[in-house]
């Protein structure tokens, strides 16, 4: 039956409508979970706040989970759903420059839009800065086009990569993720215990 | 005394509830539209558009932009333009809700002053839009939903990123701690 605008079952008009409800959802969880604020996301990279390590690492887990869940009870047809393609060398590159903007921002493009929505002046300027990147990204296009193209593996999966059942990726990230629970938990409670910046 | 205390605590919700949540949320989004939730392609499409209106001759010449123009209709009459303004909506509705939503302020560590936060703050903007382009999306739509759906790419994005900042930490750490 699923994914459901792919296979007919609701039709494109319900398109924009549906995009609203699901961004609004988003939005709530993010700003909810504590993320308009750039100081609660950054703690995860110097240990006083693991927020942001909890709320994604969980999400992850339970969406791989559940997605094998619904494809086993034949709820949705998992070769109809969109794979984010693999360009290997521009997305390592493109990754480790998110990884600085990151640790500068303190904000990805999401986590911003809802510190705009309560107030946050730096929110304003992080999403200021992500539209003069792309511009510039855009702009500078030609010059790096065959590298933006370069190292396509294509719409591939983990399992289409490594030939190992998506099962085990799931089991093998969500003892992973609960290992990292544990160990954050302990550092969090050291790191706390000396720091004066940052109030709790 | 203790009651202005709590009253100055925000209150979030649990991170593993919230987590739950954020991934049912995925599941339900791939369920109905058959691809996950995202962020960066919104400022994308305002990218676009507005380049589309300074100087289109040089917008449609340029092999990035023509991608996302087409004659039909605008590249902001797409699916993750409206999301994105869902995310705005929600995240207000929520600020409303827990009483977080005041004037305008900045945050940041007492050892920085407001002028160099919003300075670090349009830079790492411009990092990040940078880099998403070059990672064919955000922490949401590379790193979340594309590794939720055992997408290699969604992978290496989610490690790489995270990996990143941890790796230079130790060099900002004045602008947070």
């Known amino acids: 039956m699923g994914p459901l605008i792919p ?9 924009f409508v549906i995009a609203i409800l699901l961004g609004i959802a988003f939005g709530f969880l993010l700003e909810a979970s504590g993320f308009s604020s750039s100081r609660n996301i950054a703690g995860v990279f110097y240990g006083y706040n693991f927020v942001v390590l909890r709320v994604f690492f969980t999400a992850v887990i339970v969406a791989m989970t559940g997605l094998l869940y619904f494809d086993y009870f034949g709820w949705i047809e998992l070769d109809k759903i969109f794979i984010l393609p693999t360009y ?11 990884g600085f903007g990151f640790l500068l921002g303190g904000f990805c493009p999401g986590t911003s839009y809802t510190a705009i929505a309560i107030g946050k002046l730096d929110g304003i300027l992080f999403t200021v800065g992500l539209f003069i990147g792309i511009f510039l990204f855009s702009e500078a296009f030609p010059l790096f086009e065959d590298f933006y193209y370069s190292g396509f593996i294509g719409n591939v999966t983990l399992t289409d990569v490594t030939g190992i059942p998506a099962g085990w990726f799931a089991f093998a990230f969500t003892v992973i ?17 000396n720091i004066k910046e940052y109030k709790f | 005394m203790k009651k202005e205390k709590l009253h100055n605590t925000p209150h979030y919700i649990n991170p593993y509830l919230g987590g739950v949540l954020l991934g049912l949320l995925v599941i339900i989004t791939v369920y109905i539209t058959g691809r996950g939730l995202g962020a960066s392609g919104a400022i994308k499409s305002a990218v676009v558009t507005t ?31 409206f999301e994105s303004l869902g995310i705005f909506f929600g995240g207000l509705l929520s600020g409303i809700i827990f009483g977080r939503v005041k004037k305008f302020r900045v945050e940041h560590s ?21 880099g998403s382009q070059f990672g064919r999306g955000c922490s949401s739509g590379a790193a979340l939903s594309g590794s939720a759906t055992f997408s290699l790419g969604g992978v290496i994005v989610m490690l790489l990123l995270f990996g990143t900042g941890y790796a230079i930490a130790w060099m900002f750490k004045k602008l947070w701690i």
Do not use: Q
């Open chain 1, 7 to 15: 296979n007919g079952v609701i039709t494109g008009e319900w398109d």
């Open chain 1, 88 to 98: 290997l060398a521009p997305m390592i590159l493109g990754s480790v420059i998110m």
């Open chain 1, 177 to 193: 993720a609960l290992a990292s629970f544990w160990i954050t938990m302990i550092i969090e409670k050291k790191v706390r215990k």
């Open chain 2, 51 to 81: 380049a589309d209106a300074i100087y289109p001759e040089g917008a449609r010449e340029n092999p990035y932009y023509s991608r996302f123009i087409s004659d039909g209709h605008s590249p902001m009459y797409n699916w993750l333009v």
């Open chain 2, 110 to 130: 007492p050892k920085i002053t407001s002028k160099t936060r919003l300075i670090v703050a349009l830079l790492g903007g411009i990092l990040f839009g940078i």
